[in-house]
């Protein structure tokens, strides 16, 4: 079967031309599926010329057939995927919470925000709360929290809280592993691996000796922190950005709740892709700490 | 200090470290006045001077077809008037030049001086001295080139910068040549910039040109959940500064 998948962008009408040529003269739509309301087909000399599409969000599978005859009915299968933006991509690496604010009141010329009900986890400090009301509208970073209802943002204080969203939203980014790295464009990239992760640990040069009837170590040598990360149901553009990290000179963890980053080392051995018929990606990256676990001799 | 050299070609405004960085020099030339005969060798005056006075044993270049090439100097009289190791003949062209070819030591400096923009970020170094050899065109001419590839690539110092609308410094730097107390300029600015990138300079200029995302996919993803960090240049002309988006939407 051929298998061809396209990406077209949700309510927008897209029209796919087809050239079939010789092989296959007298492709059109699977006559035992019923068409989607979203999709028109347009025949040229009876068989298909091209389809117009607009559809709502998801992906959907549309089967063709080498005309009426054709063993097995489903000879070709076009892929739609259909998404908010071509150049945008859905990660679900953050939990967000929205919190109805109470006050707004000066702090030592900042904003502190009070909330009416407690936060479910006060968000830490250098972490991002996004308030999408008018005169504090933005992402502001926290400049000291004080659980359970409490924070004071790097904004200055302009008095109360106006517009009708009186809300302060806060992200959960503790279930994810954000990589950045330098790319060969010379600029910085990051990709969100928020699904599965493995822990692990390596050792290097053990050295050991005979204790008499017992071996013991002299030297536990230099132990490393090893993260593997999963990251499957991707597209191709996804996988090229997230292989450009195997090329790349310097990659850090960065831990966005801290602000911090930690240097890691990424073996290029160490990154494998797996690709279905239906272009389902799947990627394994298995990377280690830079900073190993210094451990005393004996 | 007066130089016996002219620019000619200059790196593009904005270079890859790993791509050649050529600057070429020519030397200038000096109309020479008088041919004679000092004992049996060729004696030359020039008009005007040399700007810098020849040294024995340095070597010029005449374009005269009876002394075509280049000629070691054995004495030096004045600014104007030296003797070479080439016997004399009679001239058969009234009108000819001579080339000095003394090789001025070249600096390369990184970093910005202290009246620019952006010292105190990237201060003025100096990375390297550098003599190059002289080298012939096509049509048996001296002139300078300089390929400092090797030099630039290493002239980073790779940090983590993820700061909201910040110059990403430890990714790029300017550099320039000095020599003679002058230094190289471009026609827009006195330095080149050179981007910490693995890209040739062609495709780093075609990247400019079609969009200023410094990124390894053609349009970057921009997560509409989440926290994006790409590298934007707001022109072809600008730095390459940090650009945060959290949730799609930028700091």
Known sequence: MITQKIKVVTATPTTILFKLGALFPNMSLNSLAANPGWLTETLLGGYIGSITVNAPLGEYYIYYTEGTTSPPSEDALLIIESVESLTEDVTTCCDVRSYIIDSVINSGGNAQINLLYDFDLTPKLNEYVYIPSSNYAGYWRVKNATPPNLIVIDTPHIGAITGTNNTVQTFNFDNSKCLVWINREGGRSNYIFDQRRNYDGVIGDVKQFDNGESIKYIDRGKNFDIITVYKSGISDEEVDLIESLRYSVQAWEFDINTNTSTPIVLDSNNYVKYTTKTNYNEVVLKYRIAKYKTIQTQ | ?251
């Not at chain 2, 730097?173 to 006195?190: F, G, K, M, Q």
């Open chain 2, 1 to 251: 200090m007066a130089t016996n050299i002219t620019q000619n070609t200059v790196p593009e405004l904005w270079q890859s470290a790993n791509d050649d960085v050529i600057y070429t020099f020519d030397f200038k030339q000096y109309e020479i006045s008088l041919f004679t005969n000092s004992g049996g060798y060729l004696k030359l005056n020039v008009s005007p001077n040399f700007d810098v006075l020849p040294v024995v044993g340095e070597y010029i270049f005449i374009d005269n077809l009876a002394y075509f090439g280049t000629h070691k100097i054995t004495t030096v009289n004045a600014i104007n008037e030296i003797i070479v190791d080439t016997p004399y003949v009679a001239p058969t062209v009234a009108v000819s030049y001579v080339r000095h070819l003394r090789v001025p030591t070249f600096s390369l400096y990184k970093g910005f001086k202290g009246s620019e923009a952006y010292h105190s970020d990237l201060p003025y170094t100096l990375v390297s001295t550098i003599k190059p050899s002289i080298f012939y065109d096509s049509n048996a001419l001296p002139y300078i080139s300089l390929n400092i590839r090797g030099l630039v690539s290493r002239i980073f110092e790779t940090g983590f910068t993820i700061e909201n609308g910040a110059y990403d410094f430890s990714m790029f730097n300017a550099i320039r040549l000095e020599w003679d107390s002058t230094s190289t300029t471009l026609p827009s600015t006195a330095y080149s910039y050179v981007l910490n990138c693995a890209i040739s300079t062609a495709e780093l200029l075609l990247k400019q040109s079609t969009g200023l995302y410094l990124s390894p996919i053609g349009t970057p993803y921009i997560y509409s959940k989440g926290l994006t960090i790409l590298t934007y240049m707001d022109n072809s002309a600008a730095l390459p500064k940090i650009k945060i988006y959290i949730n799609g939407s930028p700091l």
